[in-house]
């Protein structure tokens, strides 16, 4: 399916799948949309990137969801009711996903107007606004979060919208993102990055537990980001993804012991983490194009 780089808050829902129940209309969605769908127990998605923030919450069922960006790999998280995606926009988003549950899949679709959203980002950080942009997040979960879209689901089934309620929830729901998800950028239009102390951080932890079995999980959450996230952002600062760059942790190791030391083949597998020697010396040629023998011979 062709899609465009790009698409409006306004055409975002022509490429969503499934059934939407309801959708706000009229005065009292001036500041924020919002839909609610229910999913196919299986499906995929393609949409194009959308200038306003996105956040996605489950109102039922729970679900495997697999995520990537343009043609990057697939990264699973499990997703269960009454937690959130939050996307910021830039590129078009892949999304693949089955239920796992009995419930039926549904969930709201909110997309906060750019107007307010930029009101409250200057609240919380004036000058340094355009230092701030939301950041990505998937299945995570927000107690004061939560309550707001349940007013707003409640909005959303009544035959006529309070626009008093929904424009105070839109403003609560601004702010929120403002003050709670926020990251400041390197410089003015800047993409999504990684903070250049947390990427020292997380690649200093990388080479002290390089021995250890990568665990992708466990580096978003040094990150305070979603595995799909924190892949997308370690890739675009360091250029290999996360596993690779551990893959090369590895390597390097193994390419110093191999030259100044006269430790067997297998002992320098099992010392930089492979307790499988032919793993290693596969991995190994494929990296350097050499098996770890002839590395060791022409060195």
Known sequence: MQIPETTSAEGLEHYIHGNCRAAGHGEAWRDIRASIFTAPSKGSVLT????????????????????????????????????????????????????????????????????????????????????????????????????????????????????????????????????????????????????????RQITDWMAEHAIEDFNLAHLAGLAGLSKFHFHRLFKAAIGVSPLHYHINLRMNAAQRLLRETKKSVVNVALEVGYTNPSHFAQRFRRETGLSPSDYRRQR
């Open 48 to 199: 194009p990137a959308v200038s306003e923030p996105v956040l996605i919450w489950t109102t039922s069922g729970e679900v495997e969801v697999e995520e990537r960006e343009n043609k990057g790999p697939w990264i699973k998280s499990l997703i269960k009711k009454r937690s959130f995606f939050l996307i910021s926009g830039g590129a078009p988003y892949y999304c693949r996903w089955r239920t796992i549950s009995r419930e039926p899949f549904e969930y709201m679709l909110v997309l906060v107007e750019l107007p307010l959203l930029q009101r409250a980002l200057e609240e919380a950080f004036g000058a340094d606004v355009h230092q701030v942009r939301l950041r990505d997040l998937s299945g995570f979960e927000d107690a004061v979060l939560n309550s707001l879209m349940e007013q707003l689901y409640d909005e959303l089934m009544r035959r006529k919208a309070s626009p008093l309620r929904v424009q105070g929830l839109a403003q609560i729901i601004a702010i929120h993102l403002a003050q709670n998800y926020s990251e400041t950028v390197k410089e003015h239009g800047a993409g999504p990055s990684l903070p250049g102390y947390k990427l």
